[in-house]
């Protein structure tokens, strides 16, 4: 996965450390009208729901779902990012992924490096932030993995320990 490290750092960071959902079901609506894309959303929750300690389920996107992702124009870098808003005890109640067209339109088959992007600002979505350890979906330096680890999976099982 070596590969993957120039783009690493030109992801965007977000300031949410010990934010967390308080729902135990987090919906996740797709709305990059993107066929190609759905199978990338698929595999991210799938695999953060190996976790077992928040079921991220589809749902349409009517502007209701939890999590919502996005095509948008923006500055680049970075090539993707996550924003949310939460409540006065820092439960997140709404999270938006943006991917950057400037990046996703010029190729929609860029693989596991799509892969990785969504896996881990869904990774973020959930309350996560970046880490230094190998492997790592959350990882700015070279995560050497493109879904959550075992280490992912349980930094999100400790995040939600005490809710
Ligand atoms: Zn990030």
């Known amino acids: 996965m070596k590969h993957?490290?120039?783009?690493?750092?030109?992801?965007?960071?977000?300031?949410?450390?010990?934010?967390?959902?308080?729902?135990?079901?987090?919906?996740?609506?797709?709305?990059?009208?993107q066929s190609a894309y759905a199978s990338y959303v698929s595999t991210a929750m799938g695999s953060w729901n190996e976790a077992g300690v928040v079921r991220l389920y589809k749902a349409a996107c009517d502007g209701r779902a939890d999590i919502n992702i996005y095509l948008d124009y923006y500055e680049y870098p970075p090539i993707a990012d996550t924003s949310f808003t939460r409540d006065s005890r820092d439960n997140i109640t709404k999270a938006t992924i943006r991917l950057n067209r400037n990046?996703?339109?010029?190729?929609?088959?860029h693989g596991v490096y799509t892969q990785y992007v969504t896996a881990h600002e869904m990774g973020h979505a959930l309350g996560l932030g970046h880490n230094q350890v190998v492997p790592s979906v959350m990882s700015l330096?070279?995560?050497?993995?493109?879904?959550?680890?075992?280490?992912?999976?349980?930094?999100?099982?400790?995040?939600?320990?005490?809710?």
């Open 4 to 33: 993957l490290g120039i783009f690493l750092a030109s992801l965007a960071c977000c300031f949410l450390i010990g934010a967390s959902w308080k729902t135990k079901r987090v919906s996740v609506a797709d709305c990059t009208n």
């Open 103 to 109: 990046i996703f339109d010029l190729d929609w088959t």
């Open 141 to 163: 330096t070279d995560g050497e993995t493109y879904l959550p680890s075992y280490l992912d999976l349980q930094n999100l099982r400790n995040l939600y320990r005490n809710k």
